[in-house]
């Protein structure tokens, strides 16, 4: 038995095949819209209450300067706007002497370490051992809880871990610093 439209002598139909191309091009368009073709969407996402909305929600957790409300209610002393400036300062030191110095200033100030790994990695390098102990003590930490792999961290920081290894005068530091060399 032959098919409907089928010419027996060729066995093919009267229906042309769609070549690739336009296989492709129908794919992904359905029936019904999506959220960019609603141009009532469209108009929301360009206005401006909405830009200002979603940048206040960018710097909530980027980490940038909160909202006005947000900031009364969170940070009404205005704390951690001067601990992201002092931070910030940290970075614009003249040469190590002057960056160690300001490092001291900061720790006293601010005593908790921030999660920042390029600032834990230049820890490694400071002068004071308490100092470097403390960074070391964070970073474990970090890695204990997932936070310190190897795509995220500085590509120095082995460096400064072997380094510890070899010039450190504390045999504990040593040990550490090889135990989290190893875990990277």
Known sequence: MAGKDKDDDTGMTGRRKKTWRELDAGRGKSKYNSRQDDP???????SASYEKYKAAADSLFTGGELPK???ET??????????????AKLAQAPDRK?????VIEYLEKYPELPEDLYFLDSLLDHPKDRLVDKALGK????????????EKTPRS????????????????????????????
């Open 40 to 46: 009532g969407q469209q108009r929301i996402e360009r």
């Open 69 to 71: 409300g947000l900031a």
């Open 74 to 87: 969170f940070d009404p002393e205005g704390k951690r706007k001067e601990q992201k400036t002092a931070f």
């Open 98 to 102: 002057a960056w160690a110095t300001m």
């Open 139 to 150: 970073l474990e930490g970090l890695q204990t809880e997932g936070k310190l792999t190897k």
């Open 157 to 184: 920081l082995e460096q400064r871990l072997r380094a510890l290894e070899m010039t450190s005068m504390d045999d504990e530091t040593k040990v550490r610093a090889k135990a989290l060399r190893s875990k990277l």
